[in-house]
């Protein structure tokens, strides 16, 4: 498989809460949900960096698309990652993050490796690390 990875789709209970989380509290970059005309269609992208983004989908609609029933959540199923340029940056996403109603699972701190970061789950529960990688430095 040659990796084309373009979308990364969250399955969200409340679309128009998460849509406010992302583009309103993080300041991700979206026109809104569309598709409300559809049924299962609404669904909400946010761009996250050059040719990739964060689509916000109900679990509902995903579940209708797939013929998968929904199961109980679990968040350490996996986690989005998030590298930044310094520790600094990591505190500043980890702050907005919070007032922008994430919870925060684990405050910023040196890790094991000799990074420095910080989770937080979104209204949905999904996990984020914010993280500075001092040998993925550009």
């Known amino acids: 498989m040659k990796p ?11 679309l128009d809460v998460s849509l406010s989380f992302y583009r309103d509290g ?14 299962h269609g609404a669904v909400a992208f946010l761009d996250l960096q050059s040719g990739v983004r964060l689509a916000l989908w109900p679990q509902s609609s995903i579940s209708h698309d797939t013929g998968l029933t929904t199961v109980p959540f ?5 986690t989005m990652g998030h590298n ?4 600094v940056e ?15 699972v684990k405050p910023p ?14 209204p949905d529960g999904h996990l984020w690390e ?4 001092p040998q993925w430095l550009e």
């Open 4 to 14: 084309r990875v373009t979308v990364i789709t969250l399955g969200v209970e409340d």
């Open 26 to 39: 993080l300041g991700l970059s979206s026109d809104g949900i569309v598709g409300r005309e559809f049924e």
């Open 74 to 78: 679990n968040p350490t199923q996996m």
């Open 84 to 87: 930044v340029s310094s520790k």
């Open 90 to 104: 990591v505190d500043t996403v980890m702050a907005q993050a919070g007032a922008a109603g994430a919870t925060i």
């Open 109 to 122: 701190h040196e890790t094991f490796w000799g990074g420095y970061s910080g989770y937080f789950q979104d």
């Open 130 to 133: 914010i993280v500075w990688n």
